[in-house]
């Protein structure tokens, strides 16, 4: 699909150096948003300022809801009141409440005192929901049906309204003081060749739905496992207040995946994509979790220091160490990512705790004798030291020690850290390695210290 | 929303008992199948054998869709061919395929024997595409229509196929030969309140597509660019062949994140749940990358050998040796992992890789001077060895050269990898973090020897 981006590029750069506003018009017109908002990010921020004033608002608020943050802050930064406004009020209010959230909080107050009250209600009731919950991704452009109405009532209903609605597919049933008493999706509406039918007759009542302040996870789970388009979410009165659609889930997601893999790194999450983030930033977020293991692992210095006779003594030995550690890490790794994005994606509970451990003692063991038996032949077969067969054994019974106990800890902290409520990503790899380190290089040097006492 | 489905489940337990089907069936009927899927997928297998006789087929087919593929496949083994048949009819043909893609090829092949002609065409043509290609996940049960047709015409023929749609709510208008000329939006045939417009002047026809054999990810890609609910399929010769919906796609990104993650934990990509993954797989998922990295393990023991003579004479440096690879591993992950994600989310090009470069020495030098300084001054301040300075000096030098390396290669390479067209995700953190512990050890122990040389 980028042949054609390249065409519009083209003749944009043409259009922009001829003042061909017409013609720019039509062609922001016919262009999904996503490829202009691509487009008017390179250019600079006066071209956008301009153009804002020459397109028609709904399309420019469509474009503008494809921005990144930092474009959308500069636009506000560099926009009269109005401008803003006008945009604000054609965006779909958890897109306006998005833009405005990473703003300086009176900076937000005196653009929403030019809004009308309607629109200030709606964004500031949006701004005030806890960041990561169910509120802060919700719309309130839901389409409502009355449940007396005859689906020929409401298929004129939704086409009278489709236009300021974000979804018209999926449709909600309001009761008494709008209680939410049920789903419709169009398509049952449209498939009932009864007009005289009513809404009450096809609607779903067994409603799947989320309270406001549900973390936003929950309405992922719910969306994937109910494979939904759209939905209902109502406060804690049970009155529908907005709907979260497909698309933001698929954002959240992502985003979640990527706040793992970054955990799983030892990285606290960094939301900006990556060649927007400055250096300084990098370096906040990748500096604590690298302190903390660093002191870890100076721990493990002191405790191998304990080892100094042994290590002079057996220099062979040292040879080995970062074969062990190495092993015993990447075994760990393995475990608690394989547990933990088992937990991510619902397939792991705390009370499978006793399945996972038993079923990684039995993996571990397995790989434990192999490893063992591997390390044992290759010294035997290839070392000239007069005690290769002790040699031999203390490493590889060492590598079935360090595998087990790797994948124990690996299955085993990350369900414990969900248990206490923490999120098990904190207990990650690196975490892991550095304790299997010290625990490893101990067994490896007191067995070694004990087997080889003759030569110490 | 668990609450509902414990009442459900006491509810089954019960009407099980009791073989009271009628109520089964109506129960059946209200819950979401998703629901009903859980719940079946706990019971044995002769139930859900019952079952498939009792409820009607098109209830069946939606639970049988939300089962897992171990569920699936038993079902298959039991039931008899016509049962399978009218289940296989009810299902969209992506579910269809999915469904039989795990089941050995002549099993297949007498089960599609008792379906019709039509049926088993598109079946078999599905089986066909290459596994994580567009047309693995497609559907063709679209709903397409003429240009010509009016707003009144388009409705009323969308009410008539509803039923046997997978969605109505994006409809594609094809032209001569079932060639795709335009798309367009249920919600903007609705809001047109003229009643005589054509399809035609409603239609999208800067049509987002993908080809068949695209990867999967691009489907994935393009979604999430454009919000699109169902992205059109085409065949070489712009034929519309089927669509991806957007619950599809969620499933993509998911799926792609956990590889992601399971590279990053050098494990091999499995698909099956953790709980019903057998241990002979989770060894044979784990094995090959610990075997690799082990041996590359040794290489680097291979080299430590070569300075046995300064490990016996200086003990102290084996002592900071967890620390030092330790830091360097982590930082060089920290790195990957971002480098890596960032590749995945498209936030990277192979033409970054310069800026992405000049990012991440800035950030290692930043890190590595904090960690240098860090552990001189540990030394300078704690030890008591009369050399503590040098020592100090060539901790902090070899921190610092230590975490610009990881840095730098956990950038490069990923880039690398892109650019030869391997995923970048195979040289993920334990490669690296590999490749880090040979040389930061070599220049730890050289820079040690030289600047101790008196002492060995």
């Avoid at 948003?33 to 028609?56: F, G, N, S």
């Avoid at 220099?315 to 190495?326: A, N, S």
Wanted: net charge negative; hydrophobic share 45%.
């Amino acid at each position: 699909m980028r042949e054609n981006y390249v065409d519009f590029e083209n003749e944009m750069n043409e259009l922009l150096s001829n003042k061909n506003y017409e013609r720019i018009r039509e062609l922001m017109e016919e262009t999904p948003p996503a490829d202009a908002a691509e487009y008017l990010e390179e250019q600079p921020i006066k071209t956008v300022l301009m153009l804002m004033k020459v397109l028609p608002k709904d399309i420019m608020a469509d474009i503008f809801s494809y921005f990144e943050s930092d474009v959308q802050e500069n636009i506000f930064k560099n926009a009269s009141e109005a401008e803003i406004v006008s945009i604000l009020e054609e965006l779909s209010t958890d897109d306006a409440a998005d833009a405005l959230s990473e703003l300086p909080a009176n900076f937000v107050r005196r653009i929403l005192k030019y809004a009308d009250a309607e629109t200030r209600g709606r964004i500031n009731s949006f701004l005030n929901y806890p960041e990561k919950s169910v509120g802060s991704i919700m719309t309130s452009e839901y389409t409502s049906l009355k449940s007396n109405m005859t689906v020929a009532e409401a298929i004129e209903y939704i086409r009278r309204v489709a236009p300021d609605k974000e979804t018209v597919y999926t449709c909600y049933v309001l009761g008494y003081r709008r209680k939410l008493i049920g789903v419709v999706e169009l398509k049952e509406i449209l498939s009932c060749r009864d007009d005289l039918e009513t809404v009450e007759n096809l609607m779903e009542t067994n409603i799947v739905k989320v309270y406001t302040r549900d973390d936003r996870q929950e309405a992922a789970r719910l969306t994937k496992k109910y494979d939904i388009n759209a939905l209902p979410v109502v406060d804690s009165e049970e009155k529908l207040v907005g709907i979260v659609t497909v698309d933001d889930v698929v954002d959240v997601i992502e985003e979640e995946a990527t706040k793992d893999i970054q955990q799983m790194a030892a990285i606290a999450h960094v939301e900006t994509p990556y060649l927007k983030t400055s250096v300084f930033s990098l370096v906040k977020a990748r500096i604590p979790w690298l302190l903390v293991l660093m002191f870890a692992g100076m721990l493990n210095g002191i405790i191998l220091g304990r080892y100094e006779a042994a290590i002079s003594a057996l220099p062979i030995f040292v040879t080995f160490m970062p074969m062990l550690t190495g092993t015993g890490g990447n075994s760990g790794s393995q475990t608690t990512a394989t547990v933990i994005r088992a937990i991510s994606l619902d397939e792991l509970e705390i009370r499978d705790s006793l399945k996972v451990m038993w079923k990684e003692i039995r993996v571990a063991l397995t790989i434990g004798i192999v490893f063992g038996l591997l390390n044992f032949a290759r010294i035997y077969f290839f070392s000239d030291d007069p005690d290769k067969i002790i040699i031999g054994v203390v490493l590889g019974i060492s590598m079935i020690f360090t595998i087990i106990m790797a994948k124990s800890l690996g299955a085993v902290l990350p369900l414990l850290a969900k248990k206490i409520k923490l999120d098990p990503a904190v207990v990650a790899s690196p975490m892991i390695t550095t304790i299997v380190d010290v625990v490893s290089l101990a067994f490896y040097f007191s067995l070694a210290m004990i087997m080889l006492s003759h030569r110490l």
